[in-house]
């Protein structure tokens, strides 16, 4: 699998937009980048997921650099309520590995 | 709204008793998964079904089994409690044709046996 590494923390301005990069250097040709986030003592919350082309949705936007080396989550009007951790993972679209695995992973902190 | 829910936020039990999570999801998936999580170990699978009766071993089911007799519904047994079983607990369902990793989470059960 490929290994993904993310800032350990980062802060964030409410209203501004939080953009968190992720770095998968190592990432193949049917690997997915998915993110995820877990606000504390909640379960892990879906994000978004991308395979080369940018993606969008109601709560995020993706962005994969042209050599799928990195990407970045991009919050467009990041809210207290998006205060969590943050994870990016790499995995093929279906579940050869079986089961999802959290790296560390960037806490996020909006600020008021 | 995609909804996965567990029917207990908190639960406290002792050694030995025999303990049921259970979890039901609402958005016909066919994947459900219990995982369970702890500080610096992360999520680590315990069973999945990838359909009504069907089930597999995660990586650390001992101790524990599940039942599916619903497509909805997946429980997850504690035969006998132990204290080393304490622990976020957390379902999760997906699509099996779609994409395995799009996972649905539960909002969890912290499970204390003392």
């Given at each position: 699998d490929a290994k993904t590494t993310q800032p350990p923390s980062m802060d964030c301005a409410e209203g501004r937009a939080a953009n968190l990069p992720c770095n998968h250097s190592t990432i193949s040709g049917n690997e997915y980048v998915y993110w995820y986030r877990q606000i504390h003592s909640q379960g892990p919350q879906y994000i978004i997921h991308g395979l080369k082309n940018n993606e969008t949705n109601e709560m995020a936007s993706l962005i994969i650099t042209e050599d799928r080396k990195s990407s970045t989550l991009i919050l467009p009007h990041a809210t207290l309520r998006d205060t969590a951790v943050y994870y990016c993972i790499v995995r093929p679209r279906m579940g050869s590995a079986r089961q999802l695995t959290f790296g560390s992973g960037t806490q996020l902190t909006v600020l008021p | 709204d995609v909804k996965v829910t567990q029917s207990s936020r908190y639960l406290v039990k002792r050694t030995g008793e025999k303990v049921f999570l259970e979890c039901v999801q609402d958005?016909?998936?066919?994947n459900m998964f219990w995982y369970r999580q702890d500080p610096g170990l992360g999520l680590r699978l315990i069973y999945f079904s990838y359909d009504v009766k069907m089930k597999e071993k995660g990586d650390i089911p001992e101790g524990y089994s599940v039942s599916r007799e619903k497509k909805e519904r997946f429980s997850l047994i504690l035969e006998s409690a132990s204290t080393n079983q304490t622990s976020m607990y957390l379902c999760a369902s997906s699509f099996r044709g779609g994409q395995f990793y799009e996972q649905y989470f539960g909002p969890g059960t912290r499970l204390t046996v003392t």
């Open positions: - | 958005m016909d998936h066919e």
